[in-house]
Antibody
């Protein structure tokens, strides 16, 4: 069955970066987009963008350009999101999901604090 | 970007009630509309796709409909397990955009 396993919680200092992972199983990794979604605690869902592992193509919502960077390792069926120049506003749960968000990872909590 | 205006933001209801949540799209999105359910501490769950199609495993008391640019999620005969936050999502064009969410709670 399709599964997306995300990496564990991160505690990071302002100005640093974190790299989140999303390991896919149960399907052909290169055939489906991986989407990333942000959710601040108690808030709504915000679509960040996608990576298509088949060719490495990416799309970023305007708000996240320069903040998020997507990569994918087809040998391990893992998608990554690098979040840079962290601020407290980046503290949130980050979900990965397969095209079209029918399958979701369990989420990774990122906390940015000095 | 396409704006999805979701209402109401909060919906108190009693068990057994019929409830409706609505999203209005700021531009034409065709039927590229999905509904998600999210419970505390959980990932969102796909409930409806293509505006009107029930996702796998979703109880038949859930249904989706469209009237022009208004998209609705209806739950017939509300059960306790339905208490959650519901979000719509348009995926007609990038960037995808979510509605702001509706918290369904017991009256």
């Amino acid at each position: 069955q399709v599964q997306l396993q995300q990496s564990g919680a991160e505690l990071a200092k302002p100005g640093t970066s974190v790299k989140l992972s999303c390991k896919a199983s149960g399907y052909t990794f290169t055939s489906y987009y991986i989407y990333w979604v942000k959710q601040r605690p108690g808030q709504g869902l915000e679509w960040i963008g996608y990576i298509y592992p088949g060719n490495g193509g990416t799309y970023y919502s305007e708000k996240f350009k320069g903040k998020a960077t997507f990569t994918a390792d087809t040998s391990s069926s893992t998608a990554y999101m690098l979040l840079g120049s962290l601020t407290p506003e980046d503290s949130a749960y980050y979900f990965c999901a397969r095209h079209y968000l029918a399958y979701w990872g369990q989420g990774t909590l990122v906390t940015v604090s000095s | 970007d396409i704006q999805m205006t979701q209402s109401p933001s909060s919906l108190p209801a009693s068990l057994g009630d019929r409830v409706t949540i609505t999203c209005r799209a700021s531009q034409d999105i065709g039927n590229y509309l999905r509904w998600f359910q999210q419970k505390p501490g959980k990932s969102p769950r796909l409930m409806i796709y293509g505006a009107t199609n029930l996702a796998a495993g979703v109880p038949s008391r859930f249904s989706g409909s469209r009237s022009g640019s208004d998209y609705s999620l209806t739950i017939n005969s509300l059960e306790s397990e339905d208490m959650a936050i519901y979000y719509c999502l348009q995926h007609n064009e990038y960037p995808f955009t979510f509605g702001s969410g509706t918290k369904l709670e017991i009256k």
